[in-house]
């Protein structure tokens, strides 16, 4: 992850995506801004124009290579989270629901909001629909995939107000739910989907990509591979 998701299509994909859930956002000059199972820090490169990220994941590994792109990262399991009540302007937590540490999908997302500001934003992403469950799944040690009526249910249950839930990854949707499916026929050994991809590849999906931010920033998407969703601390 780290040798590629600075070019790779599907990370710079991710950045764009989110990117307009981010500037739909009011956040104050300079925010506070946790990401929560920041991986290898592939995201700070976005966070930074909003505001001043810090970064927790479980993984030491992970943390390792966090730490080439910035210093403000520590080690924490979800659900506890070692910062103080109302801490934060923005939690960003992408790709994490989905885990299987992640015993209790809706205390994690109380966790998350206790340490929001009040009017405080969580820009959630997440696997999407449990039919498209493959080897991917099992390589990345998730659990489990949302739609967003369960993604909504779940964020209100933990006390958020959901201002937007939609999927996304949509426009590959068609190519890619019959990659899935047949991986589930075919294969037994988990393995990921994400490998270094020619630079043509990147440029082609990178214009998919560019036409579906141009979408999610008009409306919400129908279907897709992903959700992504928008809540409030009121």
């Avoid at 927790?56 to 080439?68: N, T």
């Avoid at 790709?95 to 299987?100: E, I, K, Q, T």
């Avoid at 966790?111 to 009017?119: A, D, F, M, S």
């Avoid at 099992?138 to 779940?154: D, F, L, Q």
Wanted: proline share 4%.
């Amino acid at each position: 992850m780290f040798a590629v998701e600075g070019g790779h299509w599907w990370f710079a994909g991710k950045r764009r995506l989110v990117g307009v859930l981010l500037d739909a956002l009011r956040l104050p000059a300079d925010a506070r801004i946790l990401d929560v199972g920041c991986g290898t820090g592939g995201m700070f490169q976005l966070l930074r124009r909003y505001g001043s990220p810090v970064g927790v994941d479980q993984s030491e590994i992970a943390l390792s290579f966090s730490r080439r792109r910035t210093l403000q990262v520590a080690r924490a399991i979800l659900p506890d989270l070692p910062f103080r009540d109302e801490t934060f302007d923005l939690v960003t937590i992408f790709d994490v629901l989905y885990h299987r540490r992640v015993d209790d999908d809706v205390a994690a997302a109380r966790e998350l909001r206790r340490v929001l500001k009040p009017g405080g934003a969580l820009v959630v992403t997440d696997s999407a629909l449990a039919f498209l469950r493959g080897a991917h799944d099992v390589a990345m040690h998730g659990a489990r995939r949302y739609t967003t009526s369960e993604i909504r249910k779940k964020l209100t249950d933990a006390g958020f107000e959901v201002r937007r839930a939609s999927y996304a990854n949509c426009l590959l949707f068609p190519v890619a739910a019959p990659w899935r499916l047949l991986q589930r026929l075919t294969s037994r050994e988990a393995h990921s989907d994400v490998a270094p991809a020619p630079a043509w590849v990147n440029r082609t999906l990178g214009g998919v990509y560019a036409t579906e931010a141009w979408l999610l920033r008009r409306m919400n998407l129908p279907i897709g591979t992903s959700i992504a969703a928008v809540a409030t601390k009121a």
